[in-house]
């Protein structure tokens, strides 16, 4: 059979063939890092001031806010471009050429540059927010979760390269800036910023504090715990954890100027988190990654030693006037709660024999004929002559 010569168009249900867009380079990852450093450096500033010499704001042209947005318009800026650079795999650059991990990062950056605006208009008109007003304004928080997708943009490059080595330090150090955007709103909550340990739990009055006390390691536990098992959950990775519970106490302590007690504190929650890393990553070494109950485990270890940590930080800077009942049961809760997290995030086990198959219905014109002789079929009857009658 010849061919008829004539070219046939694909169909419009024919999906169009993704284009090939060549993955983050480690040193485009690395530059991604450094500009989303100077946006959350900014944020700090930003914090600092809303803090500490809120008199003295008067709109939103401040140089809190310059630092700020000069960060989130480097960063943005560098997104964009690595999707240019790439513009002859994709013609649709702005759309289809962002690396792995990138284009939701753009989203991120779209969504801020908005945010900003809606900030810039909240403060012109109602003014400069203080305390809970500023942790829950809505322009604040819509600037907060875009800057989350923005700065980790190299976590997601990470986790889609696989690699290790220096890919990694860019992977943790984006995980650490995104959830250091949070804590700028999350302060009124923070265990790195509370002194209840250190007060004797007995009227109706203190025990409300130690309440909120225990709230705030709980809270700090969910932010701290969940993100670090997203990581965890593809590998183990020396100094993740230290380096998120790190990054969240710098900036708590920078927005409140180091208050000594808080620092010490902040240094034990540091520590027990560094050792959390030493005894997950020589778990891994002996139990494996497919090891039964491993983020749960790792989650346990992680929210424990963080609290411990931290207590022990506050008992050495100013003592701890809780009982000790209700210090070691935050201890345990955290724990708990970090197992939990850690269950959530596990992924399920496959069956031994995987899901019940439902075998296809039989094409009839397949089944074979029965064997033996053919059946007998009487002769038809013939039907009875009109009646002439009728």
């Known amino acids: 059979m010849t061919s008829s010569g004539v070219r046939h168009e694909a169909s419009p249900s024919t999906p169009a063939a993704?284009?090939?867009v060549p993955p983050a380079t480690r040193r485009e990852d690395l530059?991604?890092?450094?500009?989303?450093?100077?946006l959350t450096a900014g944020a700090m500033s930003d914090g600092w001031a809303h803090s500490n010499i809120v008199e003295s704001i008067e709109g939103f042209f401040t140089p809190w806010h310059g630092l700020l947005y000069a960060g989130f318009v480097a960063t943005a800026a560098w997104t964009f471009w690595l999707?240019?650079?790439?513009?002859?795999?994709?013609?649709?650059w702005w759309r289809d050429a962002f690396p792995a991990g990138y284009r939701v990062g753009a989203i991120g950056a779209?969504?801020?540059?908005?945010?900003?605006?809606?900030?810039?208009?909240w403060h012109e008109i109602l003014g400069v927010e203080v305390g809970l007003d500023a942790e829950f304004s809505p322009s604040h928080l819509l600037l907060d979760a875009s800057a989350v997708l923005l700065l980790t943009s190299p976590l997601r490059s990470w986790w889609a390269s696989g690699e290790r080595g220096g890919r990694s330090a860019t992977g943790v150090a984006s995980l650490a800036l995104g959830v250091m955007a949070p804590s700028i709103l999350l302060?009124?909550?923070?265990?790195?910023?509370?002194?209840?340990?250190?007060?004797a739990i007995g009227a109706v009055g203190t025990q409300q504090a130690a309440i909120l006390g225990v709230d705030a390691y709980l809270i700090t536990t969910l932010v701290l715990v969940g993100p670090f098992l997203l990581a965890?959950?593809?590998?183990?990775?020396?100094?993740?954890?230290?380096t998120l519970a790190a990054g969240?106490?710098?900036?708590?302590?920078?927005?409140?100027?180091?208050?000594?007690?808080?620092?010490?504190?902040a240094l034990g929650a540091v520590c027990g988190a560094g050792l959390a890393d030493v005894l997950l990553l020589r778990l891994d070494a002996i139990r494996g990654r497919g090891a039964a109950l491993r983020l749960p485990i790792a989650g346990a270890l992680l929210a424990g030693l963080l609290v411990a940590g931290h207590l022990a930080g506050l008992a050495l800077a100013a003592?701890?006037?809780?009982?000790?009942?209700?210090?070691?049961?935050v201890v345990t809760l955290a724990a708990l709660l970090g197992a939990l997290l850690g269950g959530l995030a596990a992924r399920p086990a496959p069956t031994p024999d995987g899901p019940a198959r439902i075998p296809p219905p039989a094409d009839p014109a397949r089944i074979p004929a029965p064997a033996g002789p053919a059946p007998v079929v009487a002769d038809p009857v013939p039907p009875a002559p009109a009646d002439p009658g009728r």
Do not use: K, N
Not at 248 to 263: N, R, S
């Open 18 to 20: 993704v284009p090939r």
């Open 83 to 92: 999707a240019y650079q790439r513009r002859d795999a994709a013609p649709r």
């Open 248 to 265: 969240v106490a710098l900036f708590d302590m920078v927005m409140h100027e180091f208050p000594t007690p808080q620092a010490w504190a």
């Open 110 to 121: 779209v969504a801020f540059l908005f945010a900003g605006l809606a900030d810039m208009a």
């Open 31 to 38: 530059v991604t890092v450094l500009f989303g450093a100077c």
């Open 319 to 329: 003592g701890i006037g809780w009982t000790p009942e209700v210090t070691t049961g």
């Open 232 to 242: 965890h959950r593809r590998r183990a990775t020396p100094g993740a954890a230290a």
């Open 187 to 199: 302060t009124y909550a923070s265990a790195f910023l509370t002194l209840a340990p250190t007060r």
